[in-house]
């Protein structure tokens, strides 16, 4: 197989549709990729290191974006069934294109702000791992998180954080934003800055951010410790406006949450959509998965569960 259509051409008509929209959405957000057959299937490269890789089987789509893409993504990768390195996206289900955008990106930056080497970089070996066997590759956020040491940023996320209910204002707001933020980035990043964030947002008070000026968007795109992003800056003020008013009606954005609570995932978002900017699907169910709102933050096997129950999160009280 020496291209990347003829190795596409290979599947049924279905799986062939899929395939095309990976490879467009890759060489539409890194036109300079490199394309080839690399290991029996598509392969991208970028400034002479491996970008990412996709494969089609008869029940899955196969996207490898290396160890490192996967890693970043972990919170985002945990209900799909894992290996090293690569991650399968069921076809009988809706493929996940906003966050292969997310990793494909996420790699580009990488190779972006990677020193320059005159030694040509070894080869990234990727394994695929044999469809039926099982792998010792932490399979969702749960797992991953037992794998770091103590101190690591997800880990303190997982185990104090993610899917814990917050009563406070304030508070929900920096998850808001900083729900909207990673759009396009990984989570990793944003734990890395979140402490900048703080700082930037005036530690995320509601009524300050809600004043902001010109004069502060052009502090905020000058600031280089946060996401220097205007729409995401933008939308920040704009909720934040929106929560005062919903603030003034309900008493509080918690009540808001709780007086429309419980919603399906669906419902959800079409409630975010026509109040708030900003907030696809992905960012709305991370929101409220994360403060408790919809489950799936845990396994039930999770250590961390059996706190988060105590907690009484929202998703508990149907």
Same mark, same amino acid.
């Given at each position: 197989?020496? &291209?990347?259509?003829?190795?596409?051409?290979?599947?049924?008509?279905?799986?062939?549709?899929?395939?095309?929209? #990976?490879?467009?959405?890759?060489?539409?957000?890194?036109?300079?990729?490199?394309?080839?057959?690399?290991?029996?299937?598509?392969?991208?490269?970028?400034?002479?290191?491996?970008?990412?890789?996709?494969?089609?089987?008869?029940?899955?789509?196969?996207?490898?974006?290396?160890?490192?893409?996967?890693?970043?993504?972990?919170?985002?990768?945990?209900?799909?069934?894992?290996?090293?390195?690569?991650?399968?996206?069921?076809?009988?289900?809706?493929?996940?294109?906003?966050?292969?955008?997310?990793?494909?990106?996420?790699?580009?930056?990488?190779?972006?702000?990677?020193?320059?080497?005159?030694?040509?970089?070894?080869?990234?070996?990727?394994?695929?791992?044999?469809?039926?066997?099982?792998?010792?590759?932490?399979? =969702?956020?749960?797992?991953?998180?037992?794998?770091?040491?103590?101190?690591?940023?997800?880990?303190?996320?997982?185990? &104090?954080?993610?899917?814990?209910?917050?009563? =406070?204002?304030?508070?929900?707001?920096?998850?808001?934003?900083?729900?909207?933020?990673?759009?396009?980035?990984?989570?990793?990043?944003?734990?890395?800055?979140?402490?900048?964030?703080?700082?930037?947002?005036?530690?995320?008070? #509601?009524?300050?951010?809600?004043?902001?000026?010109?004069?502060?968007?052009?502090?905020?795109?000058?600031?280089?410790?946060? #996401?220097?992003?205007?729409?995401?800056?933008?939308?920040?003020?704009? =909720?934040?406006? #929106?929560?005062?008013?919903?603030?003034?009606?309900?008493?509080?954005?918690? =009540?808001?949450?709780?007086?429309?609570?419980?919603?399906?995932?669906?419902?959800?978002?079409?409630?975010?959509?026509? &109040?708030?900017?900003?907030?696809?699907?992905?960012?709305?169910?991370?929101?409220?998965?994360?403060?408790?709102?919809?489950?799936?933050?845990?396994?039930?096997?999770?250590?961390?569960?059996?706190?988060?129950?105590?907690?009484?999160?929202?998703?508990?009280?149907?």
């Amino acid at each position: 197989m020496k &291209t990347v259509e003829a190795y596409i051409k290979t599947f049924p008509a279905s799986v062939q549709t899929e395939l095309k929209k #990976i490879r467009n959405l890759i060489l539409a957000e890194v036109p300079e990729a490199e394309e080839s057959i690399n290991y029996g299937m598509p392969a991208y490269k970028y400034k002479g290191k491996p970008l990412v890789y996709f494969a089609g089987y008869k029940y899955h789509i196969g996207f490898y974006a290396t160890p490192q893409g996967h890693e970043a993504f972990a919170k985002e990768l945990a209900k799909y069934k894992q290996g090293k390195g690569s991650v399968q996206f069921p076809l009988d289900q809706t493929m996940p294109y906003d966050l292969i955008i997310q990793m494909v990106q996420f790699k580009k930056a990488v190779a972006d702000t990677a020193p320059t080497k005159k030694t040509t970089p070894k080869k990234e070996a990727i394994k695929v791992a044999p469809e039926n066997k099982p792998t010792l590759a932490p399979s =969702n956020y749960c797992e991953f998180s037992a794998t770091l040491e103590k101190g690591n940023v997800h880990k303190v996320y997982h185990d &104090t954080a993610y899917g814990f209910p917050i009563h =406070n204002d304030d508070e929900l707001f920096c998850r808001l934003v900083l729900e909207i933020n990673q759009a396009g980035l990984s989570w990793t990043t944003i734990l890395n800055k979140q402490e900048n964030f703080r700082t930037a947002y005036h530690q995320f008070n #509601i009524k300050k951010v809600a004043t902001y000026k010109e004069k502060d968007v052009t502090r905020l795109m000058a600031d280089a410790g946060i #996401i220097r992003n205007r729409l995401k800056i933008e939308a920040a003020i704009h =909720n934040a406006n #929106i929560i005062l008013g919903l603030q003034k009606e309900h008493g509080s954005f918690e =009540n808001w949450l709780n007086q429309n609570h419980p919603k399906t995932k669906v419902e959800w978002m079409k409630l975010f959509k026509k &109040t708030f900017k900003f907030t696809g699907g992905e960012i709305v169910n991370e929101f409220l998965m994360s403060t408790g709102y919809l489950p799936g933050a845990h396994q039930l096997n999770c250590p961390t569960y059996k706190k988060l129950v105590k907690a009484k999160p929202a998703f508990l009280k149907l």
